[in-house]
Protein backbone atom coordinates (compact mmCIF):
# COMPACT_ATOMS: atom_id res chain seq x y z
CA UNK A 1 0.00 0.00 0.00
CA UNK A 2 1.26 3.50 -0.82
CA UNK A 3 2.25 5.21 2.35
CA UNK A 4 3.34 8.94 3.48
CA UNK A 5 4.37 10.05 6.71
CA UNK A 6 2.87 13.64 6.71
CA UNK A 7 1.10 15.94 4.36
CA UNK A 8 -0.58 19.15 3.96
CA UNK A 9 -3.68 19.96 2.75
CA UNK A 10 -4.32 23.82 1.02
CA UNK A 11 -7.86 24.91 1.96
CA UNK A 12 -9.75 28.03 1.09
CA UNK A 13 -11.75 29.18 4.98
CA UNK A 14 -15.02 29.03 3.75
CA UNK A 15 -17.17 26.22 5.68
CA UNK A 16 -18.08 24.53 2.74
CA UNK A 17 -14.28 24.64 1.67
CA UNK A 18 -13.37 23.53 5.16
CA UNK A 19 -16.09 20.52 5.02
CA UNK A 20 -14.24 19.21 2.03
CA UNK A 21 -10.87 19.80 3.71
CA UNK A 22 -11.77 17.64 6.77
CA UNK A 23 -13.94 15.29 4.41
CA UNK A 24 -10.60 14.12 2.52
CA UNK A 25 -8.29 14.21 5.98
CA UNK A 26 -11.08 11.83 7.37
CA UNK A 27 -10.59 10.05 4.44
CA UNK A 28 -6.37 10.07 4.72
CA UNK A 29 -6.17 9.10 8.23
CA UNK A 30 -8.49 6.23 7.99
CA UNK A 31 -6.34 4.95 5.26
CA UNK A 32 -3.41 5.61 6.46
CA UNK A 33 -2.96 5.44 10.11
CA UNK A 34 -0.34 6.86 12.22
CA UNK A 35 0.23 9.65 9.15
CA UNK A 36 0.03 13.18 9.97
CA UNK A 37 -2.24 15.33 7.47
CA UNK A 38 -2.73 18.92 8.08
CA UNK A 39 -4.70 21.83 7.07
CA UNK A 40 -3.33 24.99 5.61
CA UNK A 41 -6.33 26.84 5.96
CA UNK A 42 -5.91 30.45 3.32
CA UNK A 43 -7.96 33.27 1.97
CA UNK A 44 -8.27 33.42 -1.71
CA UNK A 45 -8.99 36.63 -3.99
CA UNK A 46 -12.33 34.81 -5.01
CA UNK A 47 -13.25 34.77 -1.17
CA UNK A 48 -12.37 38.67 -0.78
CA UNK A 49 -13.94 40.44 -4.03
CA UNK A 50 -17.71 40.18 -2.81
CA UNK A 51 -19.21 43.49 -4.41
CA UNK A 52 -18.98 41.94 -7.69
CA UNK A 53 -20.10 38.98 -9.82
CA UNK A 54 -17.20 36.24 -10.64
CA UNK A 55 -18.11 36.96 -14.06
CA UNK A 56 -16.45 40.05 -13.85
CA UNK A 57 -13.29 40.05 -12.12
CA UNK A 58 -11.84 37.05 -12.98
CA UNK A 59 -13.58 33.65 -12.90
CA UNK A 60 -13.59 31.07 -10.73
CA UNK A 61 -9.67 30.69 -10.90
CA UNK A 62 -9.72 33.29 -8.19
CA UNK A 63 -10.43 30.37 -6.03
CA UNK A 64 -7.52 28.55 -6.50
CA UNK A 65 -4.75 30.31 -7.47
CA UNK A 66 -3.51 30.83 -3.78
CA UNK A 67 -3.75 27.16 -2.65
CA UNK A 68 -2.04 26.26 -6.25
CA UNK A 69 0.97 28.99 -4.80
CA UNK A 70 0.96 26.98 -1.57
CA UNK A 71 1.70 23.93 -3.27
CA UNK A 72 4.39 25.59 -5.44
CA UNK A 73 6.14 27.03 -2.60
CA UNK A 74 5.94 23.76 -0.81
CA UNK A 75 3.39 24.57 1.69
CA UNK A 76 1.07 22.39 0.75
CA UNK A 77 0.98 18.94 -0.87
CA UNK A 78 -2.58 18.74 -2.20
CA UNK A 79 -5.77 21.32 -2.29
CA UNK A 80 -9.00 20.31 -2.46
CA UNK A 81 -11.82 22.25 -4.68
CA UNK A 82 -15.51 21.74 -5.12
CA UNK A 83 -15.03 20.52 -9.07
CA UNK A 84 -16.92 23.03 -10.48
CA UNK A 85 -14.78 25.89 -9.27
CA UNK A 86 -11.56 24.31 -10.63
CA UNK A 87 -10.77 26.13 -14.28
CA UNK A 88 -11.07 23.85 -17.47
CA UNK A 89 -6.92 24.55 -17.84
CA UNK A 90 -4.88 24.17 -14.97
CA UNK A 91 -2.03 25.86 -14.80
CA UNK A 92 1.53 23.87 -15.80
CA UNK A 93 2.73 22.37 -13.25
CA UNK A 94 -0.20 20.92 -12.01
CA UNK A 95 -3.15 17.93 -12.43
CA UNK A 96 -6.46 16.61 -10.87
CA UNK A 97 -5.81 13.27 -9.21
CA UNK A 98 -8.90 12.32 -8.05
CA UNK A 99 -12.26 12.87 -8.28
CA UNK A 100 -14.48 11.90 -6.09
CA UNK A 101 -18.04 10.18 -5.83
CA UNK A 102 -20.60 12.75 -6.34
CA UNK A 103 -23.20 14.32 -3.73
CA UNK A 104 -25.94 15.26 -5.47
CA UNK A 105 -25.16 17.34 -8.68
CA UNK A 106 -28.68 19.55 -9.06
CA UNK A 107 -29.71 22.85 -8.15
CA UNK A 108 -31.74 23.62 -5.03
CA UNK A 109 -34.72 25.78 -4.60
CA UNK A 110 -33.95 27.88 -0.91
CA UNK A 111 -37.26 30.51 0.53
CA UNK A 112 -38.84 31.00 3.17
CA UNK A 113 -41.75 31.53 1.66
CA UNK A 114 -42.27 29.24 -1.65
CA UNK A 115 -42.62 26.14 -2.06
CA UNK A 116 -41.34 25.58 -5.69
CA UNK A 117 -39.91 28.17 -8.34
CA UNK A 118 -44.13 27.57 -9.94
CA UNK A 119 -45.27 28.97 -7.33
CA UNK A 120 -43.57 32.39 -7.37
CA UNK A 121 -45.80 35.36 -8.47
CA UNK A 122 -44.57 38.18 -11.07
CA UNK A 123 -41.71 39.90 -9.51
CA UNK A 124 -40.58 37.75 -6.87
CA UNK A 125 -36.89 38.14 -6.56
CA UNK A 126 -34.65 35.14 -7.01
CA UNK A 127 -30.81 35.47 -6.43
CA UNK A 128 -28.30 33.53 -7.81
CA UNK A 129 -24.24 33.65 -8.09
CA UNK A 130 -23.98 31.70 -11.79
CA UNK A 131 -24.87 32.97 -15.11
CA UNK A 132 -26.12 29.31 -16.07
CA UNK A 133 -28.55 29.78 -13.11
CA UNK A 134 -30.00 32.81 -14.88
CA UNK A 135 -30.32 31.89 -17.90
CA UNK A 136 -32.04 29.13 -16.55
CA UNK A 137 -34.49 31.50 -14.66
CA UNK A 138 -35.05 33.67 -17.81
CA UNK A 139 -35.90 30.79 -20.11
CA UNK A 140 -38.53 29.51 -17.91
CA UNK A 141 -39.21 31.62 -15.45
CA UNK A 142 -39.10 35.12 -17.50
CA UNK A 143 -41.96 36.94 -15.20
CA UNK A 144 -39.40 36.49 -12.13
CA UNK A 145 -36.69 39.47 -10.71
CA UNK A 146 -33.20 37.61 -11.22
CA UNK A 147 -30.63 39.46 -8.79
CA UNK A 148 -27.04 38.56 -8.32
CA UNK A 149 -26.07 37.15 -4.93
CA UNK A 150 -22.68 36.94 -3.65
CA UNK A 151 -20.70 35.39 -0.44
CA UNK A 152 -20.06 31.87 1.22
CA UNK A 153 -23.39 29.42 1.60
CA UNK A 154 -23.86 31.25 5.05
CA UNK A 155 -23.76 34.83 4.15
CA UNK A 156 -26.38 34.23 0.81
CA UNK A 157 -28.73 32.21 3.28
CA UNK A 158 -28.49 35.49 6.11
CA UNK A 159 -29.44 37.98 2.73
CA UNK A 160 -32.41 35.76 2.01
CA UNK A 161 -33.42 35.92 5.77
CA UNK A 162 -32.72 39.29 6.08
CA UNK A 163 -35.67 39.64 3.10
CA UNK A 164 -33.06 40.97 0.15
CA UNK A 165 -34.21 37.80 -1.76
CA UNK A 166 -37.48 36.08 -1.79
CA UNK A 167 -35.75 32.90 -2.86
CA UNK A 168 -32.22 31.65 -3.81
CA UNK A 169 -31.30 28.82 -6.36
CA UNK A 170 -28.23 27.67 -5.13
CA UNK A 171 -26.07 23.93 -5.08
CA UNK A 172 -27.93 20.90 -3.69
CA UNK A 173 -24.46 19.37 -2.74
CA UNK A 174 -23.20 22.54 -0.66
CA UNK A 175 -26.04 22.69 1.48
CA UNK A 176 -26.16 18.91 1.97
CA UNK A 177 -22.61 19.13 3.22
CA UNK A 178 -22.85 21.86 5.49
CA UNK A 179 -25.68 19.89 6.86
CA UNK A 180 -28.75 22.76 5.44
CA UNK A 181 -30.39 20.05 3.64
CA UNK A 182 -33.60 21.28 5.58
CA UNK A 183 -33.46 24.48 3.76
CA UNK A 184 -33.98 22.91 0.33
CA UNK A 185 -38.05 23.59 -0.44
CA UNK A 186 -37.31 21.85 -3.97
CA UNK A 187 -34.54 19.62 -5.84
CA UNK A 188 -34.79 21.23 -9.28
CA UNK A 189 -34.75 18.12 -11.68
CA UNK A 190 -31.96 18.70 -14.21
CA UNK A 191 -34.48 18.51 -16.91
CA UNK A 192 -35.21 22.31 -15.91
CA UNK A 193 -31.80 23.75 -14.62
CA UNK A 194 -29.22 21.60 -15.83
CA UNK A 195 -26.14 21.69 -13.79
CA UNK A 196 -22.97 22.99 -14.29
CA UNK A 197 -19.63 20.86 -15.23
CA UNK A 198 -18.02 19.00 -12.32
CA UNK A 199 -20.98 19.78 -10.18
CA UNK A 200 -21.18 17.79 -6.57
CA UNK A 201 -17.76 16.41 -7.30
CA UNK A 202 -15.22 17.23 -5.44
CA UNK A 203 -11.58 17.20 -6.98
CA UNK A 204 -7.79 16.49 -5.52
CA UNK A 205 -4.74 18.42 -7.26
CA UNK A 206 -1.41 17.87 -6.59
CA UNK A 207 2.02 19.11 -8.05
CA UNK A 208 2.43 17.09 -11.74
CA UNK A 209 4.92 14.58 -10.78
CA UNK A 210 4.50 13.78 -7.44
CA UNK A 211 3.64 10.47 -7.64
CA UNK A 212 4.08 9.70 -4.27
CA UNK A 213 0.63 11.91 -3.72
CA UNK A 214 -1.03 10.31 -6.76
CA UNK A 215 -0.48 6.92 -5.19
CA UNK A 216 -1.87 7.85 -1.75
CA UNK A 217 -4.87 9.68 -3.30
CA UNK A 218 -6.00 6.89 -5.89
CA UNK A 219 -8.52 5.32 -3.52
CA UNK A 220 -10.40 8.61 -3.52
CA UNK A 221 -11.07 8.92 -7.18
CA UNK A 222 -14.34 7.10 -8.89
CA UNK A 223 -13.93 6.37 -12.77
CA UNK A 224 -17.51 6.75 -13.10
CA UNK A 225 -17.76 10.18 -11.72
CA UNK A 226 -14.44 11.37 -13.26
CA UNK A 227 -15.47 9.73 -16.94
CA UNK A 228 -18.85 11.90 -16.35
CA UNK A 229 -16.88 15.26 -15.16
CA UNK A 230 -14.50 14.63 -18.00
CA UNK A 231 -17.10 14.71 -20.01
CA UNK A 232 -18.61 18.23 -18.71
CA UNK A 233 -15.28 20.07 -18.94
CA UNK A 234 -14.87 18.57 -22.25
CA UNK A 235 -17.36 20.54 -23.50
CA UNK A 236 -16.99 23.42 -21.12
CA UNK A 237 -13.18 23.56 -22.42
CA UNK A 238 -14.34 24.15 -26.03
CA UNK A 239 -16.65 26.97 -25.43
CA UNK A 240 -14.45 28.36 -23.51
CA UNK A 241 -15.93 27.89 -20.39
CA UNK A 242 -15.33 29.89 -17.84
CA UNK A 243 -17.54 32.60 -15.34
CA UNK A 244 -18.62 34.76 -18.44
CA UNK A 245 -20.47 31.89 -20.05
CA UNK A 246 -23.61 30.45 -19.05
CA UNK A 247 -22.90 27.01 -19.98
CA UNK A 248 -24.12 23.79 -18.69
CA UNK A 249 -23.05 20.33 -19.14
CA UNK A 250 -24.49 17.51 -17.37
CA UNK A 251 -23.00 13.37 -17.86
CA UNK A 252 -24.76 10.30 -16.04
CA UNK A 253 -24.36 6.52 -16.78
CA UNK A 254 -26.68 4.72 -17.92
CA UNK A 255 -26.27 1.03 -18.61
CA UNK A 256 -22.74 0.92 -19.04
CA UNK A 257 -22.60 4.31 -21.29
CA UNK A 258 -22.10 7.91 -20.93
CA UNK A 259 -25.12 9.89 -21.31
CA UNK A 260 -24.27 13.72 -21.55
CA UNK A 261 -26.20 16.39 -21.96
CA UNK A 262 -25.11 20.11 -22.78
CA UNK A 263 -26.98 23.65 -23.14
CA UNK A 264 -25.19 27.49 -23.57
CA UNK A 265 -27.10 30.86 -24.32
CA UNK A 266 -27.70 34.25 -23.48
CA UNK A 267 -28.50 34.75 -19.97
CA UNK A 268 -30.21 38.24 -20.76
CA UNK A 269 -32.48 37.28 -23.42
CA UNK A 270 -32.95 33.61 -21.62
CA UNK A 271 -31.98 31.86 -25.09
CA UNK A 272 -30.07 28.70 -25.73
CA UNK A 273 -28.77 25.74 -28.04
CA UNK A 274 -29.30 22.34 -26.23
CA UNK A 275 -28.09 18.92 -27.17
CA UNK A 276 -27.66 15.54 -25.77
CA UNK A 277 -25.76 12.36 -26.91
CA UNK A 278 -24.71 8.69 -25.53
CA UNK A 279 -21.07 7.16 -25.85
CA UNK A 280 -18.88 4.62 -24.34
CA UNK A 281 -17.46 5.29 -20.78
CA UNK A 282 -13.95 5.11 -21.68
CA UNK A 283 -14.50 7.56 -24.59
CA UNK A 284 -15.37 11.17 -22.38
CA UNK A 285 -13.60 13.57 -24.27
CA UNK A 286 -14.65 11.72 -27.68
CA UNK A 287 -18.56 12.15 -26.48
CA UNK A 288 -18.14 15.66 -25.55
CA UNK A 289 -16.59 16.47 -29.21
CA UNK A 290 -20.20 15.77 -30.75
CA UNK A 291 -22.30 17.57 -28.26
CA UNK A 292 -20.11 20.44 -29.04
CA UNK A 293 -20.41 20.03 -32.86
CA UNK A 294 -24.28 19.71 -32.80
CA UNK A 295 -24.07 22.92 -30.33
CA UNK A 296 -22.03 24.88 -32.58
CA UNK A 297 -24.22 24.00 -35.43
CA UNK A 298 -27.07 25.66 -33.42
CA UNK A 299 -25.34 28.52 -32.91
CA UNK A 300 -23.10 28.21 -29.66
CA UNK A 301 -20.93 30.98 -30.70
CA UNK A 302 -22.96 33.34 -31.42
CA UNK A 303 -24.42 33.22 -27.72
CA UNK A 304 -20.62 33.73 -26.90
CA UNK A 305 -20.53 36.27 -28.31
CA UNK A 306 -23.44 37.93 -27.02
CA UNK A 307 -22.32 36.77 -23.53
CA UNK A 308 -18.70 38.00 -23.65
CA UNK A 309 -19.97 41.05 -25.76
Not at 41 to 63: C, E, P, Y
Not at 139 to 153: D, I, Q, S, T
Not at 211 to 237: H, W, Y
Not at 272 to 299: I, K, M, S, W, Y
Request: glycine share 10%; charged share 25%; hydrophobic share 45%.
Amino acid sequence: MPHFDRCVIATRESPLAMWQALHVQALLRDRYPGAEVELLGMTTRGDQILDRTLSKVGGKGLFVKELEAAMLAGRADLAVHSLKDVPMELPEGFELVAVSEREDPRDAFVSPKYASLDDMPAGARVGTASLRRELMLRMRYPHLEVLPVRGNVGTRLRKLDEGQFDALVMASAGLKRLGLGDRIRQIIPAEVSLPAPGQGALGIEIRKGDEKMEAALGFINSPETRACCMAERAVSRALGGSCQVPLAAYAVVEKGELWLRALVGNHKEGKAAFTQARGPLAEPEALAARVVEDLRRQGAEDYLKACLG
